[in-house]
């Protein structure tokens, strides 16, 4: 009932604030040298468990990262110039602490952060109608979309669309890494039902081994990169790197106009 009472009086960037800070004040009895946050550089005796089917040390108590955020985060700054000043970067559903390191160094203009929820991004945008210029963009950041849109190939082409030649999208998704083909069936409409067969509420889909096949478009070279097997035993073990089934990195670069 209390929950219902929040939800009808607070507005969702109120209600976003309030879990926020309760989650920080929960990490005050998870302290410990267990696990490290390199998106926010807290460490904790471990993290909390996160999921449909609960993880355990899944999600950050300080900053809300899962383990695709902190493989993300660790990615971009090792292998990406998405950090340095004078880069383009388009981010959909951007997450919180990679929002916030990117806007430390971008310049004005140069960091679209988009949603469709108002309350998640600073530009209302539909990853199907992108309304930027062609070739805008050096980076284009979505992890964890793809799943979420019913046209989905109109999507990618949208993002490809505006990116420079040259340029590099990074996408991740859920994936069941046992499944060839990717599951879809338009019968399954109901948050009940989508749960039961792809796990999550408001998945329209779950992608299996062939969806760097459905990221494929003529002038796009595509690389699956597990980039936690790239870590050292040690560092996946104190950032909490996951399983591979959320955290895998689609790199599809723009080759030509």
Same mark, same amino acid.
């Given at each position: 009932?209390?929950?219902?009472?929040?939800?009808?009086?607070?507005?969702?960037?109120?209600?976003?604030?309030?879990?926020?800070?309760?989650?920080?004040?929960?990490?005050?009895?998870?302290?410990?040298?267990?696990?490290?946050?390199?998106?926010?550089?807290?460490?904790?005796?471990?993290?909390?468990?996160?999921?449909?089917?609960?993880?355990?040390?899944?999600?950050?108590?300080?900053?809300?990262?899962?383990?695709?955020?902190?493989?993300?985060?660790?990615?971009?700054?090792?292998?990406?110039?998405?950090?340095?000043?004078?880069?383009?970067?388009?981010?959909?559903?951007?997450?919180?602490?990679?929002?916030?390191?990117?806007?430390?160094?971008?310049?004005?203009? %140069?960091?679209?952060?988009?949603?469709?929820? $108002?309350?998640?991004?600073?530009?209302? &945008? !539909?990853?199907? +109608?992108?309304?930027? #210029?062609?070739?805008?963009?050096?980076?284009?950041?979505?992890?964890?979309?793809?799943?979420?849109?019913?046209?989905?190939?109109?999507?990618?082409?949208?993002?490809?669309?505006?990116?420079?030649?040259?340029?590099?999208?990074?996408?991740?998704?859920?994936?069941?890494?046992?499944?060839?083909?990717?599951?879809?069936?338009?019968?399954?409409?109901?948050?009940?039902?989508?749960?039961?067969?792809?796990?999550?509420?408001?998945?329209?889909?779950?992608?299996?081994? %062939?969806?760097?096949?459905?990221?494929?478009? $003529?002038?796009?070279?595509?690389?699956? &990169? !597990?980039?936690? +097997?790239?870590?050292? #035993?040690?560092?996946?073990?104190?950032?909490?790197?996951?399983?591979?089934?959320?955290?895998?990195?689609?790199?599809?670069?723009?080759?030509?106009?």
């Amino acid at each position: 009932m209390i929950r219902q009472l929040i939800r009808t009086l607070l507005p969702e960037r109120q209600r976003i604030a309030l879990l926020m800070m309760k989650l920080r004040l929960r990490s005050l009895t998870l302290r410990g040298k267990g696990v490290t946050c390199n998106c926010c550089g807290r460490s904790f005796r471990k993290f909390l468990p996160y999921g449909n089917i609960p993880r355990a040390n899944a999600l950050c108590p300080w900053c809300h990262s899962l383990e695709r955020t902190r493989v993300l985060m660790i990615f971009l700054e090792r292998e990406t110039r998405v950090f340095e000043p004078g880069t383009r970067i388009l981010h959909f559903a951007p997450e919180a602490p990679i929002l916030r390191r990117i806007k430390r160094s971008a310049r004005p203009g %140069d960091y679209v952060a988009a949603d469709l929820n $108002p309350a998640l991004g600073e530009a209302v &945008i !539909d990853m199907t +109608r992108i309304p930027l #210029p062609d070739a805008s963009f050096d980076y284009l950041l979505c992890s964890h979309v793809l799943g979420h849109i019913p046209h989905e190939a109109r999507a990618i082409d949208e993002m490809y669309r505006v990116l420079k030649t040259g340029g590099q999208a990074l996408v991740m998704t859920d994936m069941d890494l046992n499944n060839p083909q990717t599951l879809e069936d338009q019968s399954v409409t109901t948050p009940a039902e989508r749960l039961a067969r792809y796990g999550e509420r408001d998945l329209v889909r779950l992608h299996g081994r %062939d969806f760097a096949t459905r990221l494929s478009r $003529p002038g796009i070279t595509i690389e699956e &990169i !597990d980039y936690a +097997r790239q870590l050292t #035993p040690e560092e996946r073990q104190i950032m909490s790197t996951g399983n591979g089934e959320r955290e895998l990195i689609f790199r599809c670069t723009r080759i030509q106009p």
